[in-house]
Nanobody, 125 residues
Framework: QVQLVESGGGLVQAGGSLKLSCTLSGRSIRDYTMAWFRQAPGKEREGISCINFSDGYTDYEDAVKDRFTISRDSAENTVYLQMNSLKPDDTAVYYC??????????????????WGQGTQVTVSS
């Protein structure tokens, strides 16, 4: 059984940084394309970044490009999201997700079978 556990959320001032972690248990993360999504109050969940299972190709939503970095540590079975220059608009619950079908990464929710429980990120102005 694949499980995803996120950590690293919290309260930070605008301009600050946070690093989210998502550890996959039950299988090797090398077999999964991984992604980060977020959902702000009253808004739909949106895909903000993903990373290929194979070659490390990454993709970002325009709103976070150049501020957020997704990475993967296969030895730790963990995917990370380094978030810099945080803005109040980044306030949301952040979720990681895993696609077991060895496909090119996508930021569409329908592509992902496994989801973490979410971690709250709050950015104060």
């Amino acid at each position: 059984q694949v499980q995803l556990v996120e950590s690293g959320g919290g309260l930070v001032q605008a301009g600050g940084s946070l690093k989210l972690s998502c550890t996959l248990s039950g299988r090797s993360i090398r077999d999964y394309t991984m992604a980060w999504f977020r959902q702000a109050p009253g808004k739909e969940r949106e895909g903000i970044s993903c990373i290929n299972f194979s070659d490390g190709y990454t993709d970002y939503e325009d709103a976070v490009k150049d501020r957020f970095t997704i990475s993967r540590d296969s030895a730790e079975n963990t995917v990370y999201l380094q978030m810099n220059s945080l803005k109040p608009d980044d306030t949301a619950v952040y979720y990681c997700a895993a696609d077991p079908r060895r496909r090119r990464c996508s930021r569409e929710m329908i592509r992902y079978d496994y989801w973490g429980q979410g971690t709250q990120v709050t950015v104060s102005s």
